[in-house]
Structure formats: structure tokens, C-alpha cells
């Protein structure tokens, strides 16, 4: 309820008109005032500083495009000059994505790799090699890297950092800022870490925020891999919960007769729905798709092609996960009451197969009727999900504060 | 980002001159304009709206109070003229509270009432009559009944005011909203219904809201009564999905080999950690505390002496349900990391036989180290959670909109 000051006024109005026209398209600055309340002055001196920054970037006259009146010249997002880069550790592979402003993937690779064998220094070295390589593919095309942001299938301290506690990559209270960091040179761009499962949920979400249907505020994201995650967007927030540990669905206790689990317990939802536990059941310990060294999704190709066929042990596998699935999301749509449920990593590979069982669940086992309204999705973000919505992070923070990004630093400054 | 125009600005800024004379207490009008950043005119103009609304009044003067310079007269909250009413309807008892703007308790009543077992019609006939009862004590005080909020044990359309289900009532689709208002008359202030788990939540919130600690922004809370309900409060925002049908918990299917619930399936969590499902265990069919036309605090003060008393058989069921009651909690827990899991309804009243393997299971079964820092404490609000909660909810539109609240109905206007 306090005025703000000069600097963090003008930082907000920078925002103010670079959200606008990512939102709205490219616009005239009489237009962009029109639409803020900003006063045209305001407006030409902001549209200077952000096109300065290489956020924005003069387009067509407007008479060009059909329009009424004096021909003024509109201003548009320009894509190219900043980007950020997600990067992400799991049990059986690395990857990495650079997006630019608007989106567009500048470079994307995964890395099979048995991290659950390895310590985790060599990951660390590993992932540094896959950063420094998408940073070195946004350099060449002329552009910035505006952070990179870790995701890891686990427990994580934003404030600090650190990752507390990942069961299946047996890994507890790493760094992994600091060691990254010192791993990249101390770059100048900000370097963070967020649970894999939460970064889904917001790739998953912004992806449902584009286009002029009513859009979703509510969703939960299950990655499926050997561990099995969930990450929830309410209201059109995400659910960090009170120590930013929420979204541990892998761990819910619903199958007291389970196997024991990568933490430790016994009983534990991914026991019986995680990828592990889909291949015990479906293919014997020598069958090379275990084999983490090769890629999962090849892997999971296999699968599918059995199933295809017919195979019955693979279908049983895929059915008995299916009901498994159906227990375990009949509970997070009771509590949540989602307007959508998105399989995402293995889940969304196999769902063909998963969907339907997950479906009856729901519309069996909610007290809401029809589910509560619920639909059952398959992400098409495959395992990419991790990345984009890391790389997404690092965007939106341009899009909070487009100071973030130097003026020095961009190709476009004088 | 368009201007509001100037009616909706002097609402918005009325809201906030009320607002922070609460948080902040007593205040000089030209304290209140350099806090606010308003000019001192406006604020005059404001306090003298909000005074003759009965929102505010002239408190003492400033120099009176040992404030150096010029003695300044202050505003403060004029608690008494304005006053939310909560009412509601759950299985064995209907309850009806007012509130004044303070936060005062002006009246508080329930009624045990065998609801499952009556037509809905009488039930809110009865309810109607605890209403009036409760309104005509704000009268009396010559305050003004700000808003009423029915608190109902089911899923809710808010949007129709119409209780979509209620299984443990027997209802469906009852337009509980109308069927009140023509009972009570077409009054003038706005009638809502909400679930009484989220009405319960919001009141524990808001007591968690007072004192100079860190506040509490995720909470969880448990309504133990028939049927268990969960309200939830995430990043300070209740929680209530995608078609307001969050919070079911009560239908979590997590055991197996439980009984039939009032909803028709098996295994849902209430069908082991319900009232009924503590009752079955504990007593013999015939025993008195199972009968619901008696006060359901008297029938737990039986049970709690009792367990005092060292009754193996109370023990036990006290036991089990503490037991299913932790598998259940630590569900809860791993999804939303809760600050504090607070224990509503029965399960307050029993809280020291209930709490420690509720604590047990939280810390042995979430995956985050120490419960995710989750602490479980008893609300003290017992069975008046749901109303409380109620009548805040029409206290906060007060807050929000002071316009709400007539000029000509108030006592102090000219």
C-alpha cells in the first residue's frame, strides 16, 4: 500500500508492456498505451530500453497490415535475443532444452545414463558438458542465456539450493547449485534448482494457457520413470506446499503388500506403478529393455510393440499398472479435483494402454460426479516436460524483471 | 492494466482505509493517509463513509494516548455494527453462530438432530428457525446481519448455491440456497453455502492469521464427524479445485477390506476413521452414545472418561482408528506438505489418544525428513469450526466491498 519507487516503478512498467505484447501480439506504442493506461511518452521511452535489451524489435508498419488511419510502426517480441535453458538429472538419463522468448526450442538432448550406479560428481561433470553446450548453441545464434534451472527428482531447497533427499539416485543434501555453478565457470546468469515434477506441472500448464479456450487452472502432472512424481497446479498457482516439499505422490502408502521402495518403505504408490516395477512384471531380469544404459524411450518403443502385438505378459504388466494407477489417482483427484490429470515421462508413452483403467477409476472412486469433471491427458511433452518447464522459469523471470537481461550483453545495444 | 472508473475506485479504496485500520489498529486520519499513500481530503472523506456505515468510529484522541505534536483524533473498528452469521447442517446436529466485525461471538447455539433420518424440508425448517433466532439477536444489539453462510457436509455448485451431494445426509441436488431464502423470508442480506471442511479451514486460518509469529500460509484440516471432510489452505489461498470439489478425503480409497460407506463404495478412509467407524468399534448397538438425538459433545465426554477410565475395548478402537487415521494423514502430508495438519470435529475432542500415532505415521511414512516439518495440533474450535468459518467468509466481503452494508440500515446513519 506503500508508493513505489522510481527504479521498481519503472522495472514493473517494463513488464507491464513486455507481458502485453507477448500476450496480445505485436502492437503500435499508441495502441500499447491505449490498452496500459501508460502515457504515449512512457510508452516510446520503455519500447526503447526493452527493444535496447533485445526483448522487443521494430515490425511492420501498421498501414501494411490493413489498418485504419495514420501508419504507425508496431513493435513485436523478439524471440531470438534471450533464453533460457533447463537441464535435468534422473535415474536413467541427463537432458537438456534451450527455448527462446517466444518458445521456440533452440536446441534439445538427452543423455542415457545410470545415475543411481554413478557417484554423484560424475553426473554433475556430465550434466555441466550438456549445459555448456546448449549455452554455446544460444552464443552462436547471437543470443543470451537468461538462467539455467536444474530439475531433479527430488526434494529440493530452493533458498539454499541443495537438494535434500533423492531416493532413487540415492543422493541426499548435494549442492547441486554450488556444484554446478563451480562446474560452469561461475557464470553470470542465475543458476536454480526446482523438483522435476513441480517444472512439468508448469510446462504442462503454460502449454494450456495458449489458444482462446476457457483455460486451465487446476491440473495434476504424474511423471512416470522409475520414481513416480506429481506436480500440481491450483488456481493457476503452483502447490509448493509449506517447505516447498509437496507433489511426493510416489510415497503415498496404498499398497501395504508392495515391494519395498527406493526410500526405504514398504508399500509405497510407486512400487507399483513406477517403471521399474512395469518391467519386473513385464520382461525377465536379463531382457535388455532394464538395460538403463540405453535410451528409455527406445526402451519403452519395445514395450509398446509387444503390446501391439498382443504379448500377454506385457498386457497384464500394463493392466495390473493400470489399476494401480486408478487407486492412486482416484485419491489425488478426491483431495484435488482437478480439471485435468496429465501422464507425463512413461505413463504418457504407454497410455494408450494406462488411460483407460486410470479413467474408470476416477469416474468410479471420486465422489464427485463424472469425476469431479476430471479428464485424463496424455502430455505430448514426453520427457522433455523437466526441461521446457525449467527453461520456462528462467523466461519468466525476464518477463517479472526485463532488467535481468543487460544491455551490454545483447547484440542489439549501441 | 485499464483504470478502474470512479465507483469502483472509492469501493477499492474504501476497502482499503477498513482493512488497514484492522490490521493496524486505532489510527489518526493522517496517519492512515501517509500509510495508505492517499491523500489526507480523500481519507476524510473515506473515515467519514465508513462511520456512517457503523464500520468505524471516533476512538480517543491521539494526544490522550501520549503521541507527541498535535492531537489528532483517532478512527478505530466499530466491531458491533456489523455481523456475519455461519449456520450448519451435519448428520447428527445443526449449529448456528454471529460474529461481529471484531471477531466477537454475539450468539452460538446447536441442536442435535438426527438429520439422515429426516426429510430435508424439516431439517431446514429447523435450521431456519436457529437463523432467525440468530439474526434477531444482532437486532436486538442493533447491529446488521452483514451476510449468512450455510456450512453443509458435501460438494457444492457456489455458483447456484445448490448442494450438488451429501452422502452421509442422503441428500442430492437440494437447492439448499432458495429453499433458505424463502424459509427465512427473502431477506436483504446475501445467503451462500460452502463445504463445511473449506469453511472450517478458513477459520482456522484466520485464527493463525493473529500474533506477531511467521504466519502459517498451508494448513490442513480434518473435519472428524460421520464423515471426514478436508479443508485446505495452500500459499494462503484455499484450496478448491477446478469445480469446487476439492478437499473429499473422506472418500480416499485406502482400505480395501473396509465396509460400505454412506456413499455406496468400500475402503473409502471415513469407513475406518469416521465417527460411526470409532462408535462400532468402541460400543455395543444399544450403548447411548451411539444415538444421535443426544448432544454429540455429551457422547464423546462418555467416551473420553471411559478411555480416562482405562476401558480395554475404547482403547483399542481408540488405537485403530489412530492407526488408520496416520495412513491416511501421511497421504495428506506427502501431497501438500502441510505447516500443520490441524484436527477438527471428534477428532479435536479425542485428540490425546488420536495425535500421537497420527505423529508417528507422519514422521515414519512421508518421504520429506521430519514430516516435511509438518506439525498436528487439535483446533480448539470443536464443532464451531464450520460456522465461525462461515461467518467470517460474510464478514470478509465487508472487508473487501464496505459498500455491502446500507447507509439507511445502520443505526448510526443520519
Redesign the interface.
Known sequence: ???ADHVSLRRNNLS?VLR?VREMGSRSRARIAA???LNKATVSSLVAELVERGLLREGLAESERGALGRPGQLVELDGSGVCGVGAEINVDYLAVTALDLSGETVIERRLPLDVAHLDPGTTMDELAKLILHAVAAVDLRGGQTAGVTLAVPG?VQSATGAL??A?NLGWAEVPVVEAMRDRLGHPAYPLRVDNEANLAALAAYAEMQIGPEDK???LVLLTGAVGVG?G?V??G?L???????????G????APAGGTCG?G?TGCWETVVGLTALLNKATDPDDPVRDPSLDVEQRLAEITSRADAGDKRTLKALADVGSWLG?GG???V??????VLVLGGYFAVLGPWLKNPLEVAIR??????EG???RVIQSDLGFTAAVRGGAQISLDQVFLDPTLVGRESTGTAQ
Open positions: 500500500m506503500v508508493a507491464v502485453h490498452d496500459t493506461g526434494l535434500k533427499l531416493p486451465i487452472q487446476d506429481g500440481m491450483t488456481g498457482h502447490l509448493r506446499g509449506g517447505r516447498g516439499f509437496s507433489g511426493e505422490v510415497h503415498m502408502p496404498v526410500c518403505r487407486i482416484a485419491i489425488l478426491n483431495i484435488l479435483n482437478p480439471d468410479d472412486r471420486v465422489i464427485a460426479p469431479g469433471g476430471c
